[in-house]
């Protein structure tokens, strides 16, 4: 390896201080990684021959609150006393050495222990890479985590099979930080995580969500997925999108260069959204065409309606992964109308019937979706007509969208007409804004007032 640059300040002054008290110490996991790799890092993790309570006789500002043996140090910007109304800047893990046995449930360890030593804490970490520990002076490294590194190859510490059965979580992770690191996922490993696969059905739905997204904003997205794909992990998480490689979709006079599958990672690589949840939507956007393919005598391929059938399709797949509310509502809008036209004659009407249709929220997100989808099926990233859709969007949205926007109200209405509260104030409302929304009348607040006047067709309301 290269020369290792210097730890941080605080952290070498964490691991001196549990020295100092009679205590090993080591930095451990990420943090030492991605400083071999030479690359930014935070929350730095440790771990230690003390117990819990020894670490907060040492550490009195610190806190412990779980059965794993993590205790979380409070890291301010200065080393002065601090009050209470003072923020950290920083939260350091220390955790005891420790054993664990049992995974009857293929993700959490039935027992833990206390371990006497580092040797035997690192023997049960998921991959050489993470099981490097540093003391800011030596590096420790037992499984050859700093070739793997020099390799770019992930691979597990000891036997693979057993490390996935202990925790199935761990073959999504390492596909993860494949994606996250560009690294290859060393041919053992990826054995075992294919042999093992069907473990996934037993973890929690939450957490493979919460690994899928991260693997979605990774650096290398696209070989994530494809990884998922090859090892039968994607049939686990989303059974619904694997036909999806095995739908054709070129065809004479079609812009497709791809199936439907490969094009949907590279729509989703190509989205220009950082947010998971717009990728997520991007890459299960054409879900619904393995189930409206049709081909007929001509070789021309049709997928009609596709973006309804995957709507319903998709509500499945966001249930099951348990999508909070809003995300899942975020999804299923996008997926429902990402087929919108672009076209130079649409009317003012048109447009308004797609912003609220998508809503004005979703506006950019529909918008980078559409520019993935471009881009993965080999159009050009953009188009006169897109920029110019959304010029158009921009300036339709400074008109009235609804009553709402108008510049009277329903107070308006009655010290004019001269009526109570009543049908005839909405009646009013709306007769006015239809005026406005054709064009043929200004939302400018004295045109609206004198057009109150025009409105004969007042009910016998009593007056005020």
Known sequence: MSTIEPMPKKAKETILTM???????????????????????????????????QIL??????????????????IYATEKKHDETEKPIDIYEITTYRSEKGYKDHRHPDTVSWGKTLKEDLSRRDFSINAIAWDGESLIDPYNGQNAIENK?????????????????????????????????????????????????DISK?????????????????????????????AHIVPELVPAFTTEQKSPNRHHLYD????????????????????????????????????????????????????????????????????SERILTLIRWHQFS????????????????????????????????RLGGGALETSWRLELFKKRLE???????????????????????????GPIIGKTLSDIFADVEKGTLVNERETLLKKITSFSSVPNSPTK
């Open 19 to 53: 020295q100092r008290a009679g205590y090993e110490c080591y930095a451990v996991g990420g943090s030492v990684r991605d400083t071999l790799m030479g690359q930014k890092t935070k929350g730095w993790d440790f771990t230690t021959n003390a117990t819990p309570e």
């Open 57 to 74: 006789a040492v550490f009195p500002d610190s806190f412990y609150d779980n059965q794993f043996g993590t205790v979380g140090i409070k």
């Open 153 to 201: 190859q992930l691979k597990t510490v000891g036997n693979p099979d057993e490390r996935f059965a202990e925790d199935a979580l761990r073959m999504m992770r390492a596909i993860r930080i494949a994606s996250q690191l560009g690294f290859q996922i060393e041919e053992t490993t990826n054995a075992a995580i294919c042999n093992h696969a069907s473990l996934f059905d």
């Open 206 to 234: 939450e957490r493979v969500r919460d690994e899928f997204l991260k693997i979605l904003v990774s650096p290398f997205s696209a070989d994530g997925i494809i990884l998922l794909k090859n090892t039968g992990l994607l």
């Open 260 to 327: 439907v599958g490969v094009h949907s990672v590279k729509a989703m690589e190509a989205c220009p959204s950082i947010d998971p949840i717009v990728k997520f939507a991007t890459l299960i956007h054409d879900i619904g065409k393995p189930k409206t393919f049709r081909k007929d005598e001509t070789g021309q391929i049709t997928f009609y309606n596709h973006e309804v059938a995957g709507t319903a399709i998709a509500r499945r797949v966001v249930e099951r992964l348990r999508f909070s509310k809003k995300d």
């Open 342 to 373: 672009v076209d130079e004659r649409q009317t003012d009407s048109a447009i308004r019937r797609i912003i609220r249709r998508v809503g004005k929220e979703n506006l950019n997100d529909i918008l980078a979706l559409r520019i993935g989808d």
């Open 395 to 421: 300036e339709v949205q400074q008109q009235p969208f609804s009553v709402k926007d108008l510049k009277i109200n329903g107070n308006d209405i009655m010290n004019v007409l001269g009526v109570r509260p």
